[in-house]
């Protein structure tokens, strides 16, 4: 069972940066961050593979960076020029290359932005 604890969240104003970080018990394929906002469906936002793929939704390319430290068991996102739709909890998902979906899941963190 792969343990995944995420950290970095808070308020930030419109404009602003954050880094989330999600803790990872044990090296894993892939990693990625998604996100659900009230009354919104849950958005997979960047996501990350060992191969060195990464995959962003449309809403986010240009502002936020999803990587990992060789030998770090930790996925970061940097959040670049936030803005107020950015608000959500956020949170961490892993899965092994093979699995068909992303089934380990981190608690959560919330990100507000103020405008």
């Known amino acids: 069972q792969v343990q995944l604890v995420e950290s970095g969240g808070g308020l930030v104003q419109a404009r602003g940066s954050l880094r989330l970080s999600c803790a990872a018990s044990?090296?894993?394929?892939?990693v990625a961050w998604y996100r659900h906002a009230p009354g919104k469906q849950r958005e997979l936002v960047a996501s990350?593979?060992?191969?060195?793929?990464?995959n962003y939704a449309d809403s986010v390319k240009g502002r936020f960076t999803i990587s990992r430290v060789n030998g770090n068991y930790t996925v970061y996102l940097q959040m670049n020029s936030l803005k107020p739709e950015d608000t959500a909890v956020y949170y961490c998902?892993?899965?092994?290359?093979?699995?068909?979906?992303?089934?380990?899941w981190g608690q959560g963190t919330q990100v507000t932005v103020s405008s």
């Open positions: 998902a892993a899965r092994r290359r093979w699995a068909a979906a992303y089934n380990y």
């Open positions: 044990e090296s894993i394929f892939s």
């Open positions: 990350f593979t060992s191969l060195g793929s990464t």
